[in-house]
C-alpha cells in the first residue's frame, strides 16, 4: 500500500491498524496536505454490513465539527478500494500515555474535560460513540486530546438492540447496559468516560472483562 495513490492522496507510511481497517499516513496532492487515511479492507468492501458501517462512520464525522473531534476530508472509491481521509493527528494515544505510568490529577482532569466537552457535542448532535476507550483518543503536538474511530457509532434515534453473539465495542468500557446488548444512550458513553478517567489516574481499569457477558454480569 505504500507510495500507492488513492485518488489524490499518495500514501506514505502506515499509522494503525483497527477492526474496521487500516490507517496510513497520506499526501493530499491536491491542497498540499497530509491527511490520515483509513482503508477498509478489501475483504471487509465485499460485506454489506461492513460497507454500511464505513459509510455510516462518513456520515457521521460529517456531521461533526469539533476541535476535539478528528475531523473528515471525504469518503474516496479508488480502484476498488474505500478510504477515508481524515484530520492527521499526529501524537500518541492515550493509551500509550497510561503506559507509561497513572497521570498526575493536574495533567488527567483537562483531558477528561475536553473529553467530556467532545462528547456533549456529539450527543447533541445524536450521535453516541459506543467505543470510546484509550486506543480511541490522540494527542496533537500540543496535548489536545482528539476522539477518533467512529465506526460503531450510531444515531441516537436509531435503535440497534443485537444480541450477545453480536455485540460490538471493548468490554472493559462497556457499559453494562451496552453489554447486555440493549440500545446505546449518551450514558454508555459518560460510563466509558469514567472509566478512562479512573484508568487515567490510577493505571488500571475498575474492571477487568474480556467479554461483554463479563461486563455485563
Known amino acids: 500500500m505504500i507510495g500507492q495513490q488513492i485518488s489524490h492522496y499518495r500514501v506514505t507510511a502506515k499509522i494503525g491498524e483497527g477492526g474496521m ?5 497520506a499526501t493530499d496532492s491536491k491542497l ?3 491527511v490520515a ?3 477498509l479492507p478489501q475483504a471487509f468492501a465485499q460485506d454489506p454490513q461492513r460497507m454500511a458501517r464505513f459509510q455510516r462512520e462518513a456520515q457521521v464525522l460529517a456531521s461533526l465539527n469539533h476541535p476535539n473531534i478528528a475531523a473528515i476530508y471525504g469518503l474516496e472509491h479508488h480502484d476498488k478500494i474505500q478510504a477515508l481521509a481524515m484530520e492527521l493527528v499526529e501524537g500518541p494515544t492515550l493509551a500509550e500515555h497510561i ?14 474535560k475536553q473529553i467530556a466537552e467532545a462528547l ?5 448532535k445524536g450521535i453516541i460513540h459506543r467505543d470510546l476507550k484509550p ?3 490522540l494527542f496533537d503536538g500540543n496535548n489536545n486530546p482528539y476522539i477518533s474511530d467512529f465506526g460503531i457509532a450510531k444515531f441516537a434515534q436509531a435503535s440497534t438492540r443485537i444480541t450477545h453473539s453480536g455485540i460490538i465495542g471493548t468490554p472493559r468500557y462497556m457499559s453494562p447496559e451496552q453489554a447486555r446488548g440493549d440500545d446505546a444512550d449518551g450514558r454508555s458513553d459518560l460510563y466509558a468516560l469514567g472509566v478512562i478517567l479512573f484508568e487515567m489516574l490510577s493505571g488500571s ?13
Open 120 to 124: 456533549e457535542y456529539a450527543h447533541e
Open 32 to 34: 498540499g496536505r497530509e
Open 37 to 39: 487515511l483509513k482503508i
Open 21 to 25: 481497517g487500516e490507517v496510513y499516513r
Open 205 to 217: 481499569t475498575p474492571f477487568e472483562a474480556t467479554t461483554p457477558l463479563a461486563m455485563a454480569f
Open 99 to 112: 503506559a507509561l505510568g497513572p497521570l498526575p490529577l493536574e495533567e488527567a482532569l483537562p483531558i477528561a
Open 135 to 137: 486506543g480511541n483518543i
